[in-house]
Structure formats: structure tokens, C-alpha cells
């Protein structure tokens, strides 16, 4: 049996759903806010950043949208708070915070 995310929520019985809750389909983070998830969260600080968009590849969530080649601030609804663009930025335009509010 596998999930079909688009036809579950908060009453679905637990067997109508898979071990685990393991989904197949590809593409689903975007139907889930997870960004609740972080301890950690990453401020942008804008006056530092160069634009290399050196954070933008290296987000595990894509959480870090960019629009004509310029970073724009993150999506701290999917944003987990791993810390990776933070150590990869060279400008320090990136500092955690500890908590979930930027």
C-alpha cells in the first residue's frame, strides 16, 4: 500500500496509512511546513551578502529562493535550520540563531 498524500490528514486512521508513513511520490515537500522542526534558525544579513548565491545549491530544502540571479530572503516555512549555508557563506551574511523566530 502506499500514501497518497493528497487524500490524508489530521483524521485519517492509522490504517490507512503506510508503515512508517513512508511516501514514494516524489516532489512532496512543498505540502509539508516543516520549518516548525529547527532549533537553529538563519538570520540574513543583507548589507553582507555579495551575491554569490553560494547558500542557494547547498540547501538541502531549497529553502533559499533566488529570482534574477539575487538571493532573496529564506523560506522559514520549509527551512530546518541545518546551518550548511551558513558555513559555506565566505561573507558572514548568514549567522544562526538559536530558536525558531529569525
Known amino acids: 500500500m502506499r500514501t497518497d498524500i493528497s ?3 489530521e483524521q485519517t486512521p492509522a490504517s490507512g496509512l503506510t508503515e ?3 511516501i514514494f511520490a516524489g516532489g512532496t515537500s512543498r505540502a509539508f511546513n516543516t520549518g516548525e522542526w529547527r532549533t537553529n534558525t538563519p538570520v540574513y544579513v543583507a548589507e553582507n551578502c555579495k551575491q ?5 545549491p547547498v540547501c538541502p530544502d531549497g529553502a533559499i529562493p533566488f529570482r534574477d540571479g539575487r538571493r532573496q530572503d529564506f523560506d522559514y516555512l520549509h527551512c530546518k535550520g541545518c546551518g ?3 558555513k559555506v557563506c565566505p561573507f558572514d551574511a548568514i549567522v544562526m540563531k538559536e530558536g525558531i523566530e529569525p
Open 7 to 9: 487524500k490524508i490528514n
Open 20 to 22: 512508517g508513513m513512508q
Open 52 to 56: 554569490c548565491l553560494l547558500c542557494c
Open 84 to 86: 550548511i549555508c551558513a
